[in-house]
């Protein structure tokens, strides 16, 4: 009897799964080639002159972090996953930053207890909710 074709997928991907994983923790593949050629076969490497060009972009954003008490806070816990441009871009009230921290500080950001109400300020002060403009109304 042939196993169910359900199961032989799953057990494909986890293989696979498995096989990439150990590519990005510097492990041995099975092949015995190591991380670099896993990593090789994923995808190719963006050419040298669209990584300046990233590069000078990511530079440029943390540039444009306005000063203040939590901007250091940002650069130490922050940007240790993210991209400054991917801080600048959200806009959030006090409520939506304060689930933000709490669940960044869950997954492991490098922020303590003391830190986080200078960075909850320093996000709310520079990133906070954008406010609509009033919508005109035409009287008749």
Partial sequence: MSPDPRVRAISLALAVFASTMAGCG???NRDGTG???ARATLAPPPPA???TRM?????ASIAALPAGAGRDVVIASCLTCHSA???QQQHKDSVGWDKTITQMTTWGAPLTS???PVLLGYLVAHYGARVDAPVATTRR
Wanted: aromatic residues 0%; hydrophobic residues 40%.
């Fill in 26 to 28: 510097g492990d041995t």
């Fill in 35 to 37: 991380a670099d050629s």
């Fill in 114 to 116: 003391a830190q986080q």
């Fill in 85 to 87: 441009a991917m801080l």
């Fill in 49 to 51: 002159a669209l990584e």
């Fill in 55 to 59: 590069h000078e972009a990511d530079r």
